[in-house]
């Protein structure tokens, strides 16, 4: 094959990558599911949001399996059992709410659906690497957005489906549709042949791009650089998580106290269909985030992207509770989830830079566990808090003083050097 005929395939496959990741970003809607199901079956606050929050656990710890297993095997193989696994999981946790059985629900959505979402997840990101080291930000950022964006298509159409249909029917619509989108994204997924490189690429001083040169997973995780990476994503992904996963209710709850004297049933259902069109807002942002500053991490460099994100995010969680406008609290909502999905989006292209392409898929697998820290404590702490304070407004200020620590973090934070990877 000639050098034009890869060119065009590796963009084909970005797109193959996009469709997955769609698929697989839609769990980010899970807070328009809440409150229909605690109203359907009794469930608490807490009871319904553990589904997510095992969700958020063992996702993470199946990417970093999923992106042993890329290294090892064709990614199509991987991208295949993730689909399967994801869309049976969320079928089945349509069957959950028929039988209003949460302990079915846990094991369906927050582990089957997880591992699948794990395994799905990493695939095309670890693939894109390999087929992109031009321009490593621009499509990791360009196939994770598909990641934060999935939750716009669950956001702009959930809400009316679970109004005339059920949650039940939405489930099951949902996973039999993400069976079929990733069966067919799937097929296109393959590696680049091992010594091909793009046409006139020149590597960025400071980065790795060669196999030759890059570390081992055993010599990355003997550098400081890779644990500091892996608590800089712990601490985003708990304000990122933890913000997505109460999203709808604070936005309803925002509403309901703009308004004088009691809510009626058509009012709290409008209220319910503009919280659900809230999310889907966040999810575009946090997806065009994604791409976006991905994107300009390969002109000014990563850690000045970290940089900046840390600190404004930290100073719109602190200023989120006071904000009583909707309008302005849609607007700083979508912001700080462009910054997450920003940080997310970038963290591929970091280790990618710093550790090489070799053997990214265990390396930023294995980093990837760090979203299962956050993402078990984030959610939780939310609904918690709320549940005894009556107000999110506390663990918002947490989330505020996570991301101040994570700034301080990119902060003192420098590139690891070939001569610690010949030493380890």
């Known amino acids: 094959m000639n050098q034009f005929n890869y060119e065009r395939k590796r963009w084909w496959i970005a797109a193959a990558a996009v469709v997955m990741q769609l698929c697989f970003g839609t769990v980010y809607a899970w807070s328009i599911f809440k409150k229909p199901m605690m109203a359907a079956h009794g469930w608490s606050e807490t009871q319904t949001q553990t589904a997510f929050m095992i969700y ?22 991987v991208g295949l059992a993730g689909g399967l696994m994801f869309g049976t999981g969320i079928i089945l946790a349509g069957f959950a709410n028929h039988l209003e059985n949460l302990f079915l629900l846990y094991i369906v959505y927050g582990i089957i659906g997880a591992v699948g979402g794990g395994l799905g997840y990493v695939t095309p990101v670890a693939t894109l690497i390999r087929w992109f ?26 809400p009316r489906i679970i109004i005339n249909h059920g949650v039940a029917t939405t489930f099951y619509l949902w996973g039999g549709l993400s069976i079929f989108m990733v069966l067919i994204a799937v097929i ?76 009626t049933a058509q009012q709290l259902q409008a209220i319910v269909i503009v919280s659900g069109t809230i999310v889907a807002a966040g999810a575009i942002f946090n997806g065009i985030g994604r791409l976006a500053w991905a994107s300009l991490s390969d002109i000014i460099g990563r850690k000045t992207v970290f940089l900046i994100l840390f600190g404004t995010q930290a100073i719109g969680y602190m200023l989120l509770p006071q904000v009583t406008h909707i309008l302005i609290f849609s607007v700083m909502a979508c912001y700080l989830l462009a910054c997450y999905g920003g940080i997310l989006a970038s963290m591929p292209a970091f280790a990618a830079d710093d550790f090489g392409p070799a053997h990214i898929g265990k390396i930023y697998g294995m980093l ?16 918690y808090i709320k549940e005894i304070t009556g107000s999110f407004t506390i ?23 070939l001569n610690m990877r010949k030493l380890s």
Do not use: H
Request: hydrophobic residues 50%; aromatic residues 12%; contains cysteine.
């Open 56 to 77: 958020c656990t063992v996702f993470p710890l199946c990417v970093a399996i999923g992106g042993t297993l890329v290294d090892r095997f064709r990614p199509r193989i």
């Open 133 to 158: 080291p031009d321009k490593r930000g621009l499509v990791t950022g360009l196939a994770v957005m598909g990641y934060g964006a999935g939750s716009f298509i669950m956001g702009t159409f959930a």
């Open 188 to 263: 296109a997924l393959e590696n680049p042949p091992t010594e091909w490189i793009p046409s006139g690429f020149q590597p960025a001083t400071g980065s790795i791009s060669n196999v030759t040169d890059s570390f081992t997973f055993t010599q990355a995780i003997k550098a400081p650089q890779w644990w500091l990476l892996w608590l800089i994503l712990i601490l985003t992904t708990s304000a990122g998580i933890g913000l997505i996963s109460q999203l709808a209710p604070i936005a309803q709850e925002k509403m309901i106290a703009a308004r004088a004297g009691a809510i």
């Open 368 to 383: 990837f566990t760090a979203c299962a820290v956050g993402g078990f404590f984030s959610p939780f702490l939310l609904a």
């Open 395 to 417: 663990a918002l200020y947490i989330e505020s003083g996570l991301l101040m620590a994570g700034l301080l973090l990119t902060i003192v934070y420098r590139k690891p050097q």
